[in-house]
């Protein structure tokens, strides 16, 4: 592979066991993220994106079940630069905590029911670090910290001798830190969380640190379930619609806040959403898909330009553009299909214009048309 | 902080009801019976009665003797019991008996908490599985079942079949081993301090066999009452952890790397508990109303047992003073519910 | 969702009908209340009084129902004026209220039949095709979600094994208490004195003595001899189970009326064969003659027996007449019995301290402890809906009022508030702790419906409904209250089971019926004393309760599982 990707998801299928039926919620989904992307993936409500997204987290809970695919993994060392290759959907359970919340972590949509409402913001975050990290350093830290404090109370000489005594100590240990007891640990990781929501901007972070997510605004517990994710420096951060649920003053905010903290942690972001503005905006990649397949994907300016298969071409053209007058606004005919009895072939087929016979019978390979431009369409429309 | 404040709501809001049940029994005794034999029985020495008389306003009219009524009851003066051996106080019988009762409830209480929350627990975690189901019966069955023929069956295998055999049984009766206080104590037997027998026992008399004596007498009736609350605390249990595991904050936390095991044990117990709280709290307090079955079959002197008598003595002083601190009892646990529930829940607390 | 199409129809035939008929029966029903409750005023003041009740039973003792029967005939008969009035929500509204009448009206007695009769007829009118029309689209629309979350409910039913457990089991319980006379050897309150105290599995000692009639008849007209009456007698093995003595043929022939000729005297003649009646017709008198076995006559009254066989045979009876003057009609009275013996049947479970068989009187005591349970709920469910509805629903100072009664109603434990109650009412029997119950049992019921009401009512559909000038009762009855059921189904079938336990502890105590009627919780009462020697008296009827609630709590435990909005999964 010359490009650096560090995820693949390959023909991923997952079906969902219902009492009206089983409901093929992906047949087949195909993504790739290269290493430093911001990938929108797009798509109507009910199309599947979060279902892949949780799929990549092994989220995905009965009557679900994932049936055949792989995820594909990219896992490379910050140190030595190696890069190994996890198929996620092999690894066992113990190994899976390993990669949740760490490797790859996801934010949610909805801030008001997502945080724990009974715990502390501080301690939400501070628990994900905790799990994850090695805090031998930042104990020592916390540590050096507590004494230079004892220090500023202007103790009796002899016990201030004692304490500096103990400072130079554990200065000396810094590049080689003891394991840390339980007690700083905590101290470490609560400290660590305090400076994570300080990254992600939140004014006043040690006093918000302390309270319950139902005491902070809907912007703020975003913010909190950003900083969760971002926690551990994952390579991989996957946003699910996490700024539908924002007002649009806050998801500009939002969205640039991630795109700044992207630069800082080193992570690939995949934002999950149905508003093609906020791809234009914030991603340079895109991903389409529709009822559950993968119709196009490509870079973000390539796809604005020149969208090709008929779907991405009839959403582009729904959107009101400000220049321009309509007496009526464009829309896709027909209505998003039932998966439990899906189109055969191509599931687009009875909506597309440019659908002929075999469009029922075969369904369309995902096909590099031009290059870094992938569409799954017997009949790409749009420059070739 | 609005804690305080919600406290003192709570407060506020319960006045009303200990009032309309200090009225209504007020009331009930002019109607049911005569209020006078309240106070005045056939023991009192007739030269008494004219001050009894006046001291309760029976010489005066009716919104007067109202009056000191609530005044007597404040100062103690809750009438006599005619369901005692010999007529006595009502406050007095009251601490006779609300202590055994007390002792008895908190056993009761101590066993089904033990058992029910990790049984609800399991259960949840392994819904519709086998292990599901046999909770589900088994906490039920606790709820279906007489607890006087509970009790009998109880009596039946642990008492009578165990000593018939020449197994060692459980004692099936009263609070203690008379016998055994006549030959460790002397002839005066058991003289109660606090009337708690695992303090008593201990601190008082610092006699292990004796506090071992009482610990065995509290077997078998606390295990009997404590079944029912079982049922009751696995139910809540189950079906609160289900409802909490749905929520998304669980996704969350698995998403997050955590073990399952923390998932359940941290995240979703701590937000299952606070209606499991709730439901234990109502439950103790009404374990303290006297539970009036069991302490029949296993002729346990608490406040059950005279609350029974008192009604077919239609010994109104002891209906009203029952009825009071069952009230009070009542009006006490909500609160101390509520209480545990803003602590626990941080959006009650801070509205 | 108001259809327009709908409105304009104008009233007629069938539907105009039914609006009267529904009238009718609500002013049928609050009349039949209202005597209820002054039948009992009128009770409990004859017997203050020391005078003697001349209030007929069947008004007495349901005194809540009555006051249900009020509210519901109220609002029937406002509901029949709005079907006048085109209102097409009035006639689904109708259709609850039938149904919920004549749930009520079951548990009254012989008055509720005329409820219920009249409900029914209203519930067929509703579907006649004229009146159809006027309500059922609307009433389809509004329910189809709920259809279809009902048939899933069943489906989850179906694959719940607990569910489906409880339910057989209740069935199974219902069947035996409703064919108690059948699956019994025993009466409920029969005694065996030889037999007290005997262990599961006991055959009686004691002999029953049994007769069986096997032919009768009496006429007017007789004709003069030769008159022979003959039948056979079929002796079988039930007959010949105890031999200390053999069966025997009992005859009994009165002459009466002998006629104008008072000195008439009509000779009987009665006589036994041991042959069956075909050999008999066909023999000869000397065939015959060897094969007498008794023989008796007597001048105009004949009273006799003649012992048959031990071993099962067929024998013939024959009796003849013979007058002395020719020309007389008498009329005679003829009574044919077999008269046997036979062992009482096994004592499956035992008996207890007065010869009473435990079985039988479990299987009575079935009957008698369902049919309080089932009433109770109902009676507490009714009572307890009606004011929680309004009180969630009318708010202010009604619902403070109504929360302030149900928070005393709950300060107190119940079996002891019931206790007062049952004393308060003077004489301890079942009835008295029916009523107790449901005196103790209606707040929970109004809190219940009033929280579900109360979120309910906050719903943007009852906003809408307002708006387009739905009337108060119509939203309550069609939209607010067919949201209450859920919960309220499951509370009440599993308070059935706590009923029956509160019932059975107030008999044990002693509030309820006398000794030696068959009640579960009695039964076990009276064994206790006998708990060492004879345990199967109390352990029976304990296991009886046991699975009864048990089966109860399951269907409404498994009921809540399937019901939770939180837990269904599409």
């Known amino acids: 592979m010359s490009e650096d990707y560090v995820l693949k998801v390959k023909n991923l299928k997952v079906n969902f066991y219902t009492y009206e039926g089983v409901v093929k919620a992906l047949d087949g989904v195909q993504l790739r993220l290269k290493r430093g992307d911001t990938m929108g993936i797009v798509g109507e409500t009910g199309c599947g994106k979060s279902v892949t997204a949780r799929s990549i987290l092994r989220l995905v809970e009965p009557p679900g079940r994932i049936e055949e695919g792989e995820v594909l993994f990219y896992d490379k060392n910050p140190e030595t630069g190696e890069v190994t290759e996890i198929d996620i959907l092999k690894l066992s359970d113990e190994e899976m905590l390993h990669i949740r919340g760490n490797k790859i972590a996801i934010v949610f949509q909805d801030p008001a029911t997502f945080p724990n409402p009974v715990f502390r913001v501080g301690d939400q975050i501070a628990e994900v670090i905790e799990i994850h990290q090695d805090l031998g350093r930042d104990a020592l830290e916390v540590k050096i910290e507590e004494l230079e404090q004892a220090l500023k109370a202007d103790p009796p000489a002899e016990k201030a001798a004692q304490i500096e005594e103990r400072i130079r100590e554990y200065k000396a240990m810094l590049d080689n830190p003891p394991e840390p007891d339980k007690k700083y640990r905590k101290k470490a990781a609560l400290r660590r969380a305090i400076q994570m929501l300080r990254m992600v901007k939140m004014p006043a972070p040690e006093q918000i640190a302390n309270q319950y997510p139902h005491e902070l605004s809907g912007g703020m517990r975003q913010r909190a379930l950003i900083a969760m994710a971002l926690a551990c420096n994952p390579s991989i951060l996957i946003c699910d619609e996490a700024t539908t649920a924002l007002d649009v003053t806050v998801q500009a905010q939002v969205l640039r806040l991630l795109n700044d903290l992207k630069k800082k942690v080193g992570s690939s972001i995949m934002i999950i959403t149905h508003d093609l503005g906020v791809v234009a905006e914030t991603c340079n990649a895109v991903t389409v898909m529709y009822a559950g397949t993968t119709v196009e994907a490509t870079s973000t300016e390539e796809l604005f330009n020149n969208p090709i298969h008929p779907y991405t071409v009839g959403l582009l053209k729904a959107v009101p553009k400000l220049h321009e007058h309509k007496d009526r606004l464009d829309q896709i005919r027909g209505s998003v299909p039932n998966l439990i009895t899906p189109p055969t072939g191509c599931r687009f087929h009875p909506r597309c214009d440019f659908a002929t016979e075999i469009c029922s019978k075969e369904k369309p390979e995902l096909r590099e048309i031009r290059p870094g431009h992938w569409v799954a369409c017997h009949h790409p429309q749009g420059k070739i | 902080m609005k804690l305080r404040d919600f406290i003192l709501r709570r407060i506020l809001l319960a006045i009303p009801v200990v009032f309309g049940v200090l009225t209504m029994t007020w009331f009930l005794s002019y109607v049911v019976g005569d209020p006078l034999s309240m106070y005045i029985t056939e023991r009192t020495p007739d030269a008494a009665i004219p001050g009894i008389i006046k001291s309760h306003g029976f010489d005066q009219p009716l919104y007067v003797q109202y009056f000191l009524y609530l005044r007597n009851l404040l100062s103690g003066d809750w009438g006599v019991s005619t369901s005692e051996a010999s007529d006595m106080p009502v406050l007095q019988v009251i601490s006779l008996r609300f202590p055994a009762t007390i002792e008895l409830a908190m056993v009761a209480m101590v066993f089904a908490v033990v058992l029910g929350i990790p049984l609800g627990i399991l259960s949840a975690t392994k819904k519709d599985r086998p292990i599901d189901h046999v909770t589900r019966v088994f906490s039920l069955a606790g709820v279906s079942m007489p607890i006087f023929w509970f009790g009998l069956l109880l009596k039946y295998v642990f008492y009578f079949q165990l000593s018939v055999h020449g197994l060692p049984a459980l004692p099936g009766d009263y609070r203690y081993d008379i016998t055994l206080w006549h030959n460790l104590v002397g002839d005066q037997g058991y003289v109660p301090i606090t009337n708690f027998m695992l303090i008593d026992t201990l601190l008082f008399y610092h006699s292990p066999v004796l506090w071992w004596d009482a610990i065995l007498h509290l077997t078998m009736p606390g295990f009997c009452l404590g079944y029912l609350t079982l049922a009751i605390i696995t139910r809540m249990m189950r079906s609160s952890m289900l409802e909490v595991l749905k929520e998304d904050y669980i996704t969350l936390a698995r998403s997050k790397g955590l073990r399952e095991r923390v998932v359940i044990y941290k995240h979703a117990l701590r937000n299952a508990l606070i209606p499991t709280v709730t439901v234990i709290g109502l439950a103790f307090g009404g374990l303290l109303s006297g539970a009036v079955l069991t302490e029949t079959i296993f002729s346990w002197p608490g406040l059950g047992r005279w609350a029974v008598r008192a009604i077919l003595n239609s010994d109104i002083a002891a209906i009203n003073g029952f009825t009071l601190l069952v009230a009070l009892i009542y009006v006490t646990a909500n609160l101390i519910v509520d209480l545990v529930y803003g602590i626990l829940d941080p959006r009650i607390r801070f509205g | ?570």
């Open chain 3, 1 to 570: 969702m108001e259809s327009t199409s709908n409105q304009q129809m104008p009233i007629s035939g069938p539907a105009k009908t039914l609006s009267y008929l529904e009238i009718v029966l609500g002013i049928v029903s609050i009349v039949i209340g209202l005597s209820a409750i002054v039948g009992a005023f009128v009770g409990f003041i004859m017997a203050a009084t020391g005078l003697e009740s001349a209030v007929p039973a069947f008004l007495l003792g349901w005194p809540f129902q009555a006051l249900v029967l009020i509210g519901i005939g109220y609002a029937s008969v406002n509901n029949g004026r709005a079907m006048l009035g085109y209102d097409t929500y009035a006639f689904s509204s109708s259709f609850y209220m039938d149904i919920f009448l004549i749930i009520v009206a079951l548990t009254i007695g012989p008055l509720g039949f005329l409820l219920i009769g009249v409900s029914l007829l209203c519930i067929i009118l509703l579907f006649v095709p004229a009146v159809k029309a006027h309500w059922y689209e609307e009433f389809r629309e509004d329910m189809g979600p709920r259809t279809k979350e009902f048939r899933y409910s069943l489906h989850l039913v179906r694959k719940s094994p607990l569910v489906v457990a409880g339910i057989i089991i209740v069935v199974v319980i219902v069947s035996i208490a409703l064919l108690a006379p059948y699956i019994t050897s025993y009466g409920p309150e029969e005694r065996t004195w030889t037999d007290s105290s005997v262990p599961p599995g006991t055959v009686s000692k004691v002999p029953k003595f049994s007769t069986v009639t096997i032919y009768s008849h009496n006429r007017t007209d007789v004709e003069l001899y030769p008159t022979i009456y003959a039948r056979e007698v079929d002796v079988g093995p039930q007959h010949l189970q105890v031999l200390e003595e053999n069966p025997s043929v009992y005859f009994s022939v009165i002459i009466q009326d002998a006629g104008a000729e008072s000195d008439l005297d009509v000779l009987c003649v009665a006589e036994l064969y041991a042959m069956d009646y075909a050999t008999f017709n066909a023999s000869t008198p000397s065939e015959r003659q060897a094969a007498l076995i008794g023989t008796h006559s007597r001048n105009n009254t004949m009273r006799t027996d003649i012992t048959v066989g031990d071993q099962p045979a067929k024998y013939t009876w024959v009796v003849w007449f013979n007058a002395t003057q020719k020309t007389s009609t008498w009329s005679v009275d003829i009574t044919i019995q077999l008269r046997y013996n036979y062992w009482y049947p096994v004592h499956y479970w035992g008996t207890d301290d007065v010869g009473g068989d435990i079985y039988s009187r479990i299987v009575w005591a079935a009957k008698t402890d369902l049919r309080i349970s089932v009433t109770i709920v109902i009676v507490a469910v009714s009572m307890g809906a009606v004011i929680g509805a309004a009180s969630g629903y009318y708010g202010g100072k009604l619902d403070e009022l109504v929360m302030r009664i149900t928070d005393v109603f709950f300060a107190f434990p119940g079996l002891i508030l019931a206790m007062a109650i049952v004393m308060a009412l003077g004489e301890r029997s079942l009835d008295n702790i029916s009523l107790a119950l449901m005196v103790t049992w209606w707040p929970v019921y109004a809190r219940l419906v009033r929280g579900q009401v109360l979120a309910e009512r906050e719903k943007l559909y009852v906003e809408a409904a307002r708006s387009v000038g739905a009337s108060d009762s119509r939203i309550l009855f069609t939209h607010i209250i067919p949201n209450t059921f859920q919960p309220l189904i499951v509370q009440a079938t599993m308070d059935t089971g706590g009923v029956l336990l509160t019932a059975a502890g107030l008999s044990y105590i002693g509030f309820g019926p006398p000794a030696g009627v068959a009640e579960w919780g009695l039964m076990i009462s009276i064994g206790q004393q006998y708990l060492t020697i004879a345990p199967w008296m109390s352990l029976f009827p304990g296991l009886a309760i046991l699975v009864t609630a048990l089966a109860f709590n399951l269907v409404g435990d498994g009921i809540r599982d399937i019901l939770d909005p939180k837990l269904r999964r599409r």
